[in-house]
């Protein structure tokens, strides 16, 4: 796992949007996988920033969402699939076609979530996952406790989760889904490239517990120390109770630049 500490959000969306456009150069129709959230927008904006100035040409890219809330219409505002769309597949100018996703409002949900699994196998894999974590650890809304084998599924949102999520929904914990689908950590893993970003104070401790701690269904997150490609990029903020830090730093400024992330 490369941990990357930076100045800033800005300065750690311009550091993977950076990242995303190398891997664009190389591989013009690359499937990136798109968390949701306010944390990762730093990157969707420097990379939209890239598009349209002409340093990279993203319009064969492909998009895949990470998580869906059951329930929601799909043209719900807050619905991730609206989300995706409005922050990053038309800001892209790619067609609707390029986008991928669970679908939250299925009859049979269960069914939706193999479909998924599958349809992603099917494009070939993911080939850079964005992540955000949850204060509690938890990637996609893969929750303390989940089977680090997991694969595209259900499941039940933690209070806290739910608390953290109002704020999309007026600050009404009452308008907030108890369910959504999500990709597993089994499934997130298979991702050729995963990116976590994490900034602020409030973060802190779950960034600590990923990086350094041991690898825990407690700490889903912590599920990226197995990954052959992992990269964490944190804010001074983010990275404050990290024991590490300054050989992370270290490292980082002694990497060759030919490297990337």
């Known amino acids: 796992m490369e941990v990357v500490i930076v100045k800033d959000?800005?300065?750690?969306?311009?550091?993977?949007?950076?990242?995303?456009?190398?891997?664009?150069?190389?591989?013009?129709?690359?499937?990136?996988?798109?968390?949701?959230?306010?944390t990762p927008i730093p990157i969707y904006d420097a990379l939209i920033a890239q598009v349209q100035a002409g340093g990279v040409d993203a319009s064969r890219a492909r998009i895949a969402q990470l998580d869906e809330y059951v329930g929601l219409p799909a043209g719900h505002p807050e619905s991730y699939?609206?989300?995706?769309?409005?922050?990053?597949?038309?800001?892209?100018?790619?067609?609707?076609?390029?986008?991928?996703?669970?679908?939250?409002?299925?009859?049979?949900?269960?069914?939706?979530?193999?479909?998924?699994?599958?349809a992603l196998a099917e494009a070939g894999g993911v080939d850079l996952q964005i992540l955000g974590i949850g204060t509690d650890g938890h990637i996609g809304f893969n929750e303390p406790c989940s089977s680090l084998a997991s694969r595209t599924r259900i499941k039940t949102l933690t209070e806290q989760t739910r608390v953290d999520n109002a704020r999309f929904f007026d600050n009404d914990i009452e308008q907030v889904p108890h369910h959504v689908i999500t990709q597993g950590i089994g499934t997130i893993?298979?991702?050729r490239h995963l990116v976590l970003l994490a900034t602020g104070e409030?973060?802190?401790?779950?960034?600590?517990?990923?990086?350094?701690?041991p690898?825990?269904?407690?700490?889903?997150?912590?599920?990226?120390?197995?990954?052959?490609?992992?990269?964490?990029?944190?804010?001074?903020?983010?990275?404050?109770?990290?024991?590490?830090?300054?050989?992370?730093?270290?490292?980082?400024?002694?990497?060759?630049?030919?490297?990337?992330i």
């Open 81 to 118: 699939r609206s989300t995706v769309l409005r922050q990053v597949v038309e800001p892209l100018g790619l067609s609707p076609e390029a986008f991928m996703g669970p679908d939250g409002s299925a009859e049979d949900v269960l069914a939706a979530c193999e479909a998924y699994d599958r």
């Open 215 to 260: 690898v825990a269904a407690l700490v889903p997150a912590s599920a990226l120390q197995l990954h052959p490609h992992a990269t964490v990029v944190v804010d001074e903020a983010a990275a404050s109770k990290l024991k590490l830090a300054d050989y992370f730093r270290h490292t980082f400024a002694n990497k060759p630049a030919w490297q990337g």
């Open 189 to 191: 893993l298979e991702a």
């Open 9 to 38: 959000a800005k300065a750690g969306g311009e550091l993977i949007a950076d990242g995303i456009a190398d891997l664009l150069r190389g591989k013009p129709d690359a499937l990136l996988g798109v968390a949701t959230g306010s």
């Open 202 to 213: 409030g973060k802190a401790e779950a960034v600590a517990q990923t990086v350094e701690g």
